[in-house]
């Protein structure tokens, strides 16, 4: 595979890697991880995305980039909403807008949290449930279940689960308006009635985080965030319901595609222009399943606050709990993109990457307007996480968009070979890091040298032009999905 | 112990992200069996055989889309089945694009270490029988 150095951190995959490229692919990264993404054929996966009908600009790729199913796990592609562009649901993926919120406090973590860790953790685990089969913390009528689907947070407020404040800062104002209840499947409204308010497993985690490092100071002080204060971050998605979206609609397109005479070197990749009514109903199922997503986290959030309350015998106001922010990283979305100095309606594609946007975009909240869009970067279990920023550069580079995480660079079982479960959590707590009980199978498989390093991961971004860093955060305590 | 069809057999494929299973057996409709068998394995659904069972069908355009339904149907049925898992199963009729099966499901046996499983793709899917009638199938899941 011969991939052209554009500078340090950006690659061109040049048209006629494979056959078919209607753009070049562009992937953002140091050699080293661009090294590791042709050795799993990530690569590939970036060029075969680039055939797809009606694709704009460039198949792009992150510097978290790695082998997924059809589309590359970070790739970016937009699509031509105007024009012959596609919709393709595996290039949203199964988790439909799998994400990151991000949960304020004005504790400090030497003082006030660490002599209370274990309690804390221990209060966070009962109340987040978690693993294959978990149910949720809220199980919902049919009627309610539709409602959420519509409305997302906007549900939960009426509800008087959680504050308004909570949806202003939550992506979209916490509801995609244009969902489509009716289009989601039987199959997923019963997968979804009793998983609202769980976590799932896999990379899903919620974390107890302590702010490492501060590096954009008015943007962090703009987000309310500080040396030495406690946050929790919490990484999950649509669960069930959104899984069998996915399943659903590829199916449905995978069917489609020989009828309307569209090929694609791999059948993950099934897709359908935007025009059609297949297309149509895929949009509003996905945002539905988006608003379930973020009303998940919302639930979850929800939850963190009480154990704050019962733990510390404070109020949630009283300890400053508060919604910094909270970003998908698994969505399409329909968005207005400069290209060759033209305004273009286009369907953006990221699978594995965050909506990046910069400073001065209508869409954000009053308050982030002047800093830009904050993103979220989960590490891996046990390793830094990250809040950037977006940046106006990004906007031109790939349809502002950055990067979503760590990124796997070893399978499971790999991981399980080379620690055991109870060896890792001796060596999590040995570092200061409080375990919540979990199976000590699943934490090896999630150990944190089966990811790539997250500090390049983001160095890369940032030298890229992607983002801008603000903040690094470190764990001190992990509830694992 | 789930009871594995004694034809065939199945093992998992190594994925960075994700795992995938390869099944075979002296027949499509036992190296589908063996994929379903290795599903529940994966996700730690298995369960003694007993209980009730409940009739499959799939449709799909190929025999590729028909391995990806039905495992996407076993997934369905284990996340839906508080915990029940996979006791036993039967392909009953397999046709160029539609598939039944019998499929039994009874109370887990499994200590809940077993990996969740969103979905089987399409992803380097692959069905063939060979001249002698046998057959091997490789299916990729997003875990």
Redesign the interface.
């Known amino acids: 595979m011969e991939l052209e150095r554009v500078n340090e951190y950006e690659w061109r995959v040049p048209i006629g890697t494979v056959a078919g490229m209607r753009v070049p692919g562009i992937v953002f990264g140091t050699e080293e991880l661009i090294q590791r993404a042709v050795e799993d054929r990530a690569i590939q996966q970036v060029a075969n995305v680039a055939t797809l009908p009606g694709i704009v600009g460039a198949s792009y790729a992150m510097p978290d980039i790695h082998w997924g199913y059809g589309f590359p796990i970070g790739g970016v592609a937009a699509t031509d909403a105007d024009g012959d562009g596609v919709i393709s649901p595996g290039g949203v993926g199964f988790d439909i807008a799998c994400g990151v919120r991000l949960v304020r406090t004005d504790l400090t973590w030497e003082a006030e949290v660490r002599p209370r860790i274990g309690e804390l953790v221990s209060a966070l685990g009962n109340a987040t449930p978690r693993g294959t089969g978990a149910g949720g913390r809220l199980h919902l009528s049919r009627t309610d279940l539709l409602r959420v689907l519509r409305d997302g947070v906007g549900f939960l407020l009426d509800r008087g689960i959680g504050s308004p404040r909570d949806a202003e800062y939550c992506e979209d104002g916490g509801v995609l308006e244009d969902a489509l209840p009716d289009e989601v499947s039987e199959r997923a409204l019963t997968r979804g009635a009793g998983q609202l308010g769980s976590l799932g497993a896999g990379n899903h985690f919620l974390e107890v985080q302590v702010v490492d490092a501060i590096l954009e100071p008015q943007a962090a002080n703009v987000m309310g965030l500080f040396e030495g204060q406690v946050c929790v971050m919490i990484h999950c998605g649509s669960r069930g319901l959104g899984h069998q979206v996915c399943t659903d609609y590829v199916a449905t397109m995978d069917r489609l595609m020989g009828p309307l005479g569209i090929e694609v070197p791999d059948r993950q990749l099934a897709c359908a222009p935007l025009t059609n009514e297949a297309a149509r109903r895929y949009v509003g199922a996905m945002n539905a399943a988006a608003n379930f997503a973020r009303a998940n986290r919302h639930v979850l959030a929800n939850g963190v606050r009480a154990c704050f309350e019962a733990v510390l015998e404070r109020s949630a106001r009283d300890l400053g709990v508060a919604l910094v922010y909270d970003v998908a990283h698994n969505l399409a979305k329909l968005e207005e993109h400069e290209v060759d100095g033209r305004h273009r309606r286009l369907c953006v594609h990221r699978k594995g990457a965050t909506r990046a946007f910069g400073p001065g975009h209508p869409s954000l909240p009053d308050a982030y307007r002047a800093i830009g869009q904050p993103v979220l970067i989960p590490g891996s279990m046990g390793t830094a996480s990250f809040v950037l920023v977006g940046t106006a550069e990004a906007e031109y580079k790939a349809f502002a968009s950055t990067c979503h995480g760590a990124g796997r660079v070893m399978s499971r079982t790999q991981a399980r070979k080379r620690i055991g479960g109870h060896e890792l959590a001796r060596q999590l707590e040995a570092e200061g890091i409080t375990l919540a009980p979990g199976s000590p199978k699943l934490l090896a498989e999630e150990a944190p040298f089966a990811y790539k390093d997250v500090d390049e991961v983001v160095r890369s971004c940032e030298g890229a032009g992607l983002a801008r860093t603000v903040a690094k955060l470190r764990p001190v305590g992990v509830v694992k999905g | 112990m789930i009871r594995i069809p004694s034809a065939g057999g199945f093992a998992?494929l190594?994925?960075?992200?994700?795992?995938g299973i390869r099944a075979w057996g002296p027949s499509i409709s036992d190296a589908f069996e063996q994929a379903g068998v290795g599903l529940a394995t994966l996700?730690?659904?298995t369960a003694e055989p007993s209980g009730r069972t409940e009739p499959v069908h799939v449709e799909?355009?190929d025999l590729?889309?028909l391995l990806?339904?039905f495992l996407?149907e076993l997934?369905?049925l284990?996340?839906?089945a508080?915990?029940e898992g996979l006791a036993s199963l039967k392909v009953t009729r397999l046709e160029p694009t539609s598939l039944d099966a019998d499929v039994q499901l009874a109370p887990m046996d499994t200590?809940?270490?077993?990996?969740?499983v969103?979905?089987a793709?399409?992803?380097?899917?692959e069905v063939s029988e060979r001249p002698d009638g046998t057959a091997e199938a490789r299916v990729?899941l997003?875990?």
Do not use: C, P, R, W
């Not at chain 2, 190594?14 to 795992?19: G, R, S």
């Not at chain 2, 793709?121 to 899917?125: G, M």
């Open positions: 998992f190594e994925h960075t992200a994700d795992v996700m730690g659904a799909g355009i590729e889309g990806v339904a996407n997934i369905y284990f996340e839906i508080d915990g200590s809940g270490e077993g990996l969740l969103k979905a793709t399409y992803h380097q899917l990729y997003d875990v």
